[in-house]
């Protein structure tokens, strides 16, 4: 236990015994762990105590923010002795956007808190004796988010646009990140000035009145081209050519402008039906080697390069000899089965969003890849009828959402009885709670690799491979 420490941080000096640490009370406190969003863990008493924007070894003067039965919060008030790992933030809204987790450790250090928090998972939840594998580094860490979703609002009286600060949804106006392109913020700014030229107004969800939402960007790494859709509370737009014409004079790279229909009181992003405003509906982009046509709707892996090296790994596990049928459940535009097509026999995709499959049907054929087909269904369902139609995968892909995948989807992928699972995840504690699942009915965890997908932020992707134990 730190006490706190009179003098220097302003503590009352008090040894914390059996006391709760109070409300507002300055306590001395040593990082020794680091939790899953990043936040840095000291200890008083053996009450856990998390810290934003701290790192192991950081001996701090903390002010107790927030007071739990089990834990309590602090503030940094003031830095008593550095971490090795510390460096100067660079984004002066890291800390309130809240995306950022790790912009004041260096990358080195960053990465040595996600391959433990992938390893803690499999361990803690999973209850796997497995060694996760050293993490693959991203090659950017910077600059590498393909796609930007900026919420517009009216806040004191002014235009904001940015990123919902945590746990809110107050917007932090920001138009520059450094995770995105700088054309990102161009474009940005010529929605923002088209709405002050024309007098649109900004989305009130607490109304449910007014035009923009969301201002949402794709750009294909490879290719460079980009996709602006507006999300909009209403069909149409005033003077919608006047703001094609601006947008296209800010950018050369602009191969579709969309307006997106959401007039419903969700919290979820993009609506189902969106409207050409200039060019294609589409955007298209090249991924190891294959070229995808991507859709507003459709998911693509945010950091391209890094999702080749995520795909490298899945292709790594999956093992294919040319002879195998690979099923790829929950595939999105079809990438990682059609990436894999040219090594197995056939390629069979499931993908819920209907967008999706209708790219990754035409993304098979513009490719001349003719061994894969997809439907759109549930993955759980689609499973359960594979599983009853005798339909024997040889591998089967798992790339779920962060939630993981459903009990039945993993009941079904044992009734299957493929030779391997391979399982990609955004969400390494899911992803350790359905290998156990697997585990129990009857396959071996093998390898995990975590895959560092997400530079500067507490996310991270991980891949794993398990083999059925009995061979019949
Ligand atoms: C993490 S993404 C992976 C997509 C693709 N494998 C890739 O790497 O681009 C998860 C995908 O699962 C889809 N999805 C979510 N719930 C689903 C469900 N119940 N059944 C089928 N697909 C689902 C999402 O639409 C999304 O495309």
């Known amino acids: 236990m730190q006490k706190a420490v009179p003098g220097i941080c302003g503590g009352t000096g008090k040894g914390w015994g059996a006391n709760m640490p109070q409300k ?16 840095g863990v000291g200890r008083l008493d053996g009450m856990a105590v998390f810290v934003p924007a701290s790192a192991v070894g950081d001996r701090l003067c903390v002010r107790i923010v927030k007071v739990n039965r089990t834990h309590c919060y602090g503030r940094i008030e003031q830095i008593l002795r550095p971490s090795p790992d510390r460096i100067e933030p660079d984004c002066p809204v890291s800390r309130r956007c809240g995306g950022c987790v ?64 945590p746990r809110t949804h107050e917007v932090i106006d920001c138009h520059t990140c450094k995770l995105q392109p700088p054309v990102f913020g161009e474009l940005l700014e010529a929605v923002l000035s088209y709405m002050h ?17 969301h201002v949402y960007l794709r750009r294909g790494h490879r290719s460079g081209q980009i996709m602006v859709c507006l999300v909009v509370n209403g069909t149409h737009l005033p003077n919608e050519n006047a703001l094609v014409d601006l947008l296209l004079s800010r950018c050369g790279e602009i191969v579709s402008i969309l307006l997106n229909v959401n007039e419903r009181n969700t919290n979820v992003i993009i609506g189902e039906h969106s409207r050409v405003l200039y060019g294609k509906p589409a955007i298209s982009d090249v991924l190891c080697g294959v070229r995808f046509e991507l859709s507003a709707q459709s998911f693509y892996q945010v950091n391209s390069p890094g999702a080749e090296l995520l795909y490298g790994v899945a292709a790594e596990f999956a093992a294919l000899t040319g002879t195998e049928t690979l099923l790829d459940l929950y595939c999105g535009a079809g990438t990682i ?25 035409a993304n ?27 339909v024997r995968p040889d591998v089967i892909v798992l790339d779920p959402p962060r939630k993981g995948c459903a009990p039945e989807v993993l009941d079904a992928v044992a009734a299957m009885a493929p030779r391997r699972v391979v399982m990609v995840s955004c969400d390494s504690a899911t992803m350790a709670r359905d290998c156990a699942a697997l585990a129990a009915a009857g396959y071996s965890p093998r390898r995990c690799r975590p895959v560092d997908m997400f530079p500067r932020t507490a996310h991270v992707e991980a891949v794993a491979v398990l083999s059925r134990l009995k061979s019949d």
């Open 102 to 165: 790790f912009r004041h450790i260096s990358y080195e250090a960053e990465l040595r808190c996600k391959q433990a928090f992938v390893q803690q998972n499999l361990r803690r939840i999973g209850k796997l004796e497995l060694a996760a594998e050293p993490i693959e580094p991203s090659p950017v860490t910077d600059g590498y988010r393909n796609k930007a979703q900026y919420p517009v609002r009216m806040q004191k009286g002014g235009l904001c646009a940015g990123f919902f600060a």
């Open 197 to 213: 030229t024309y007098h649109v107004s900004a989305y009130d969800e607490s109304l449910g009145a007014g035009l923009i939402r």
């Open 364 to 390: 098979a054929a513009r490719n001349g890849i003719k061994n894969a087909r997809f439907f759109c269904a549930d993955a759980g369902q689609a499973a359960a009828r594979l599983a009853r139609e005798g």
């Open 24 to 39: 507002n009370e300055l306590v001395t406190l040593d990082i020794i762990d680091m939790a899953h969003d990043g936040n």
């Open 337 to 361: 089965g059609l990436s894999l097509a040219h090594l197995c026999r056939q390629v069979i995709g499931v993908e819920v969003v209907p967008q999706a499959v209708e790219n990754a049907v």
